[in-house]
């Protein structure tokens, strides 16, 4: 084995003692490098340790910036590598710093790097809830139209509700536009409510009211869809032999041709 093939098998897999040993040492290089671009933000630690946080973040780039190009040198398809997935969390991960450069305050996009700690999973041998995830974004593809249609709805209602406050007000109390009024209908029916906008007239407390109580409903909508499709994933089936339509495994007939079936209690 080459070194080329030595130094892929340490970064790129982590079934060896090697590979175990790098890919840790780097998601604790990033939880590092994270929590100092975090402490950085903090203006009275800034004042004081702005130059250590300015060398400590740079010499973080400068390793991950010779991580990335070795992970391209090493790779048996670069290109491959580059516009993959990591290989673009990668290059994000480096970006922020070199933009500092030019544009101020840009280095606090170093956060991105937090992506990178999705290799967790790789290196604790986590992929085996994948099957998980993927029921899950089954039952999240299976319900989109009916949260597409759900969405639709709320925006209507959202829209009606403003138009309606921004005519019941006429116009003051913070309701200067049909848009400023839309956005106190979303920050009211999501019960965030923070109160910069608040209506005067009796007319408008009671759609106010109304909005509220509305939103306390909208919001057990959508977990209500996606828990539906989350409970038919699991439920066990099995195909009709007529028909090959998926049935429940307690059910005696198919529910498409009516066909007996054998169920495991018979």
């Known amino acids: 084995m080459n070194k080329r093939q030595h130094l892929h098998k340490i970064i790129f897999e982590s079934d060896t003692k090697g590979g175990k040993t790098f890919d840790v040492a780097l998601l604790w290089c990033i939880l590092i490098s994270i929590l100092i671009t975090i402490l950085d933000s903090v203006p009275t630690l800034n004042l004081y340790f702005n130059k250590a946080f300015y060398w400590i973040e740079w010499f973080f780039t400068i390793l991950f910036s010779l991580e990335y190009l ?11 590598y580059i516009f993959s997935f990591w290989g673009l969390v990668d290059l994000l991960a480096i970006l922020p710093t070199f933009l500092s450069l030019f544009i101020s305050g840009y280095h606090y ?16 041998k986590l992929v085996r809830f994948n099957n998980e995830a993927i029921m899950l974004l089954k039952a ?13 709805t709320v925006l209507t209602i959202v829209i009606l509700l403003g138009t309606i406050m ?40 009671f759609i106010s009211s109304f909005a509220m109580i509305i939103g306390y409903a909208i919001i057990a909508v959508p977990t209500g869809i996606i828990t539906v499709e989350l409970s038919k994933s699991n439920e066990t089936k099995h195909n009709c032999p007529q028909c090959q339509t998926n049935n429940n495994i307690h059910a005696n007939y198919c529910s498409h041709c009516g066909t007996t079936l054998k169920t495991k209690t018979q």
């Open 70 to 80: 070795t992970r391209i040198f090493i790779s048996k398809q670069p290109f491959r």
């Open 109 to 124: 996009l170093l956060v991105v790097r937090i992506l990178r700690l999705l290799r967790v999973f790789r290196i604790l």
């Open 140 to 152: 999240l593809k299976a319900s989109s139209y009916k949260i597409m249609i759900f969405f639709s």
């Open 166 to 205: 921004y005519v019941v007000e006429h116009g003051d109390n913070g309701f200067t536009s049909i848009p400023q009024s839309i956005y106190w209908a979303i920050i009211t029916i999501t019960t965030v409510g923070y109160g910069d906008i608040v209506p005067h007239t009796i007319l408008g407390k």
